[in-house]
């Protein structure tokens, strides 16, 4: 079964390019990589989702290496209301493995 | 707004009560979730459902039963629960199982205090 570690938090300035690194060593074949967004007292919010190499869309990257054990999402510029907890989730809703990360708490400074 | 919703939003109930909560979804989906995130850990899938049968028990306890009588309405219903049972209930839909790829959409959770 999957594991997928990430850092609990991290800090950063308006502005600048955050990179979170989530950590997957046995993710299986069929497995794809996920990123969601939460905000307090809401659900996760989907952010992007790949499979291998790098996918891009209009508010983060991902970079996914060729062994596909890790995972780093890239979001350039961010702004005060980036500030959320933001959870990796390596799986398939085909196969009902569906396992997330423990968060990574953002917290964006002006 | 995501298109799943959740009621209600907060929930107290005592270790004796029976409670329910519900989830509907507009977005024309097939396979329905719930999820539990205690505080300090990370999301718990706990059921899903596809075109109204389960699909997936993750080795829940009993006092959660849920229930699916169509593709857009999921229930989690509560009973005898333990205080270590508080926790946000998060109820999620995607359009089926059939694609790895597959995106989950959520509702805003139900947070739940057990007394």
């Known amino acids: 079964l999957a594991k997928t570690t990430q850092p609990i938090s991290m800090d950063s300035y308006e502005g600048q390019e955050v990179n979170i690194t989530c950590s997957h060593n046995?993710?299986?074949?069929?497995?794809?990589i996920t990123w969601y967004q939460q905000f307090p007292s809401q659900g996760p919010r989907f952010i992007i989702q790949?499979?291998?190499t790098k996918v891009t869309n209009e508010v983060a990257s991902l970079f996914i290496p060729a062994d596909r054990k890790s995972s780093t999402l890239s979001l350039p510029r961010v702004s005060l209301s980036d500030t959320a907890v933001y959870y990796c989730?390596?799986?398939?809703?085909?196969?009902?493995?569906?396992?997330f990360g423990q968060g990574t708490t953002l917290q964006v400074k002006p | 707004e995501t298109g799943v919703t959740q009621t209600p939003r907060h929930l107290v109930m005592g270790m004796t009560n029976k409670k329910s909560l519900k989830c509907e979804q507009h977005?024309?989906?097939?396979?329905m979730y719930w999820y539990k995130q205690s505080a300090k850990k990370p999301l718990e899938l706990m059921f899903v459902?596809?075109?109204?049968?389960?699909?997936e028990n993750n080795s829940v306890p009993s006092r959660f039963s849920p229930e699916c009588p169509n593709s857009s309405h999921l229930f989690l219903h509560l009973h005898t629960l333990q205080p270590e049972d508080s926790a946000l209930y998060l109820c999620?839909?995607?359009?089926?199982?059939?694609?790895?790829?597959?995106?989950?959409?959520f509702g805003p959770g139900t947070r739940l205090l057990v007394l």
């Open positions: 046995n993710i299986a074949t069929n497995d794809y």
């Open positions: 459902y596809n075109f109204k049968e389960q699909t």
């Open positions: 989730l390596v799986g398939g809703v085909n196969t009902g493995k569906l396992i």
């Open positions: 977005l024309g989906h097939n396979a």
């Open positions: 790949g499979y291998k």
């Open positions: 999620a839909s995607s359009q089926g199982l059939a694609a790895p790829g597959e995106t989950q959409y």
